[in-house]
């Protein structure tokens, strides 16, 4: 009954893309999360995630209803631009590390490089600085993209609520399974995840920069899903073309 | 005293307009370019022109040849 003709492919692209990048983006930051917890002790750990966390939805509250007021045809195209600068960033990086040009992202390595940072940082009395400033910024940095997505998707496509409870969930699901399998974070196919978002970015991208300049898109919202299908086509080909004859690492 | 008011804001515009740059060019200022190229000939084609089922065409394919560009770029930076 819920899933219904009423649900368009604009809602799914929009559902899939913040659920996707929320979800890479809280591995990353779990890892950090995880590694201060276990190193200096979880309360500063949890203080510093849930300082974050308030601070981010601080934004998505301030800078949602603001955007609204923008006219949906300037709103689109700006939007619309920026989704494909980001997705453009994404999916290249994603490609990059695929083919074998750029090496991929190791939540291990950061796990240890974090875990050896803090140990190096000296012991403060009463609360633990450190703890919660490296538990702030990681949950911070990483959470700045997934509520710029957020704002982004959900303005343009008048479901900001929809943007942000996704967006919540799949902090929430993160969470709870970082918990259980926190040492299995690198199983996570995070570059997969990466080439998706980016296609998902790019396709509403093109979208809203079309409906932006009065493009009358054959199919309305299915064309989404036409570019879904044609930018991961592209990618694939992409991936295949860019793989070089001697592996190499080491692209900025 | 007024001379710290005064840093204030200008550091935090200025962290504002570092946190946009990095976000937007980054390490691929050919993507921003190419973004804002593309947005430039599509508006050329579909408000100037009003030639609606050449935009549909131009878009997506500008955007592909946008990527295939900065990855030809990427290729060429690791084998130096």
Avoid: C
């Avoid at chain 1, 949890?46 to 709103?75: D, K, M, N, R, W």
């Avoid at chain 1, 974090?114 to 910024?137: C, H, N, Q, S, Y």
Wanted: charged residues 15%; glycine residues 10%.
């Amino acid at each position: 009954m819920f899933i219904g003709a009423a649900v368009s492919s604009g809602v799914v692209v929009l559902v899939g893309a913040v659920f996707l990048a929320s979800t890479v983006e809280m591995v990353e930051a779990l890892t950090i999360v995880l590694a201060v917890g276990r190193t200096r002790g979880w309360r500063s750990a949890f203080e510093g995630t849930g300082a974050a966390l308030v601070v981010l939805a601080a934004l998505v509250a301030a800078f949602g209803p603001a955007l609204v007021q923008i006219p949906i045809s300037v709103l689109r195209l700006l939007v619309g631009s920026v989704l494909l600068i980001f997705g453009m960033q994404w999916l290249r990086k994603a490609i990059l590390r695929a083919s074998g040009l750029k090496a991929k992202h190791d939540e291990d390595l950061i796990y240890q490089e974090t875990v050896a940072e803090l140990r190096l940082a000296g012991t403060t009395p009463g609360r633990d600085r450190v703890a919660f400033v490296m538990a702030f910024k990681g949950v911070f940095l990483e959470g700045l993209e997934v509520v710029i997505t957020v704002l982004t998707l959900g303005t343009s496509a008048h479901r900001l609520g929809l943007a942000a409870i996704t967006a919540v969930s799949a902090v929430v699901v993160v969470g709870v399974v970082g918990v259980i399998v926190a040492k299995q974070l690198s199983r996570v196919p995070e570059n997969a995840m990466k080439m998706s978002v980016g296609v998902l970015l790019i396709s509403y991208g093109t979208f809203w920069v079309g409906e932006g300049l009065k493009v009358k898109w054959p199919g309305n919202d299915g064309a989404l899903l036409v570019f879904v299908l044609l930018y991961g086509l592209v990618a694939w080909l992409l991936v295949l073309s860019s793989r070089p004859k001697s592996s190499l690492v080491g692209v900025a | 005293m007024q001379q710290k008011n005064s840093s204030l804001p200008f550091r935090i515009l200025k962290g504002f307009a570092m946190f946009w740059w990095d976000f937007l060019v980054g390490d691929t200022p050919e993507l921003f370019v190419a973004a804002v190229l593309l947005v430039a000939i599509t508006t050329l084609v579909r408000v100037v022109w009003q030639l609606n089922g050449w935009a549909v065409v131009v878009l997506p394919l500008l955007v592909i040849l946008s990527l295939g560009i900065s990855l030809r770029r990427a290729r060429r930076l690791a084998k130096k």
